[in-house]
C-alpha cells in the first residue's frame, strides 16, 4: 500500500519561507514523477509543481515560478517544495502527488496516489 505523508507546513508571515517534505513508501519512489497540488477555501485543488522520476524536469505553476523550488531525495523516498517570498494567496492546503508515469504533469488525473495534506497559512 503506497502511503505518501506531508509535513512541514504552518503559519508564516508574508515574505517568509516554509519547506514542506512528503514522505514516500509502499513502492519504487524513484520510478516515478511526483507533483505538489494546493486547494484554498472554497476553490478547487491546483497544480503547484511537477518534478520527473530522476528529478531534471521540473515544471511550475506560474503563480509561483521563481518563488518555489521542488526537488527531490530518490535515496530517502522524498519529495520537498521549498517555498519562499510567500503571499498571503498562498494559504492552503497543499497535498504531495505520486503519478504512475515517469515523467510530470499538471494535471492532477494524471496522479494515483495522495497524500493528506498539511496547512499552509500566510499572514499578511
Known amino acids: 500500500q503506497v502511503q505518501l505523508v506531508e509535513s512541514g507546513g504552518g503559519l508564516v508571515q508574508a515574505g517568509g519561507s516554509l519547506r514542506l517534505s512528503c514522505a514516500a513508501s509502499?513502492?519504487?519512489?524513484?520510478?516515478?514523477?511526483m507533483g505538489w497540488f494546493r486547494q484554498a477555501p472554497g476553490k478547487d485543488r491546483e497544480f503547484v509543481a511537477t518534478?520527473?522520476?530522476?528529478?531534471?524536469?521540473?515544471n511550475y505553476a506560474h503563480s509561483v515560478e521563481g518563488r518555489f523550488t521542488i526537488s527531490r531525495d530518490n535515496a530517502q523516498n522524498t519529495v520537498y517544495l521549498q517555498m519562499n517570498s510567500l503571499k498571503p494567496e498562498d494559504t492552503a492546503v497543499y497535498y504531495c502527488?505520486?503519478?504512475?508515469?515517469?515523467?510530470?504533469?499538471?494535471?492532477?488525473?494524471?496522479?494515483?496516489?495522495w497524500g493528506q495534506g498539511t496547512q499552509v497559512t500566510v499572514s499578511s
Open positions: 502527488a505520486g503519478s504512475n508515469s515517469r515523467l510530470g504533469s499538471r494535471y492532477s488525473w494524471n496522479y494515483v496516489h
Open positions: 509502499g513502492r519504487t519512489f524513484s520510478a516515478y514523477a
Open positions: 518534478i520527473g522520476w530522476t528529478g531534471g524536469i521540473t
